[in-house]
């Protein structure tokens, strides 16, 4: 049986890695079930370049020997804005700052901006490490734009004010499993699984 180690602390991520990656042949665990706790400097360029960071420093620890460690870096980028905030969506305005804020702030920045201006984008890369320490990375994207006003409870973060055109709403206002099947994450693991499956 495979063991897959997901370096993340977001229990949210966790459920999604496993509706995607879960079969009878793999274990998935949060780097909390395989003991390791690690602050991990997330200092790269891209998404890519953070996600390879995360995994390649998890994957030197003892406790993932023999395990596949899998991370993933994920951020919106807003083309009118020179796609900020990119690498750095989760610090953008601060760390502690309210995505209501944040939002609204993105919004404001945006003042005047017609539609076709407005486009944006969330980004979601995944790297792997191997046993062999081969390192694999995938990447998912899902297009849209950036709304007048927040909508909708669903979701986290950005979602609220990212709408999508053939669903004519926010990905905040979409189901979880509508949101998966179409999402930069989902498309990232998912093209992460048909990877690893060629091993
Ligand atoms: P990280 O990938 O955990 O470093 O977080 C990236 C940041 O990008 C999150 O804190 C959110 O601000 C933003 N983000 C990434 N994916 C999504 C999403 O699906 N919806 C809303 N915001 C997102």
């Not at 020179?82 to 404001?108: C, F, L």
């Amino acid at each position: 049986m495979k063991k897959i180690i997901f370096a993340t602390g977001n229990e949210g991520k966790m459920k999604e890695i496993r509706e995607i990656l879960a079969n009878e042949d793999v274990e998935i665990l949060s780097m909390k079930e395989a003991g390791i706790s690690l602050e991990i400097q997330e200092d790269g360029k891209t998404f890519a370049e953070n996600a390879m960071i995360k995994a390649k420093a998890v994957a030197a620890v003892p406790q993932a020997e023999n395990a596949i460690v899998l991370a993933d870096d994920s951020g919106l980028e807003v083309d009118y804005l020179n796609k900020e905030p990119g690498i750095y969506s989760a610090r953008y305005m601060g760390e502690d700052t309210s995505y209501k804020i944040k939002n609204q702030n993105i919004i404001d920045r945006l003042e005047g901006v017609p539609k076709e201006q407005r486009t944006a984008r969330f980004v979601c890369a995944i790297a792997a490490v191997l046993p062999n320490q081969e390192v694999i990375t995938t990447e998912g994207t899902i297009e849209g734009y950036i709304g007048w006003e927040e909508a909708g409870t669903n979701g986290f973060g950005y979602d609220p004010i990212f709408y999508i055109d053939e669903y004519h709403c926010s990905t905040a206002e979409l189901p979880r499993e509508v949101k998966n099947e179409l999402s930069h994450r989902g498309k990232a693991l998912r093209a992460m699984k048909e990877r690893l499956a060629e091993r």
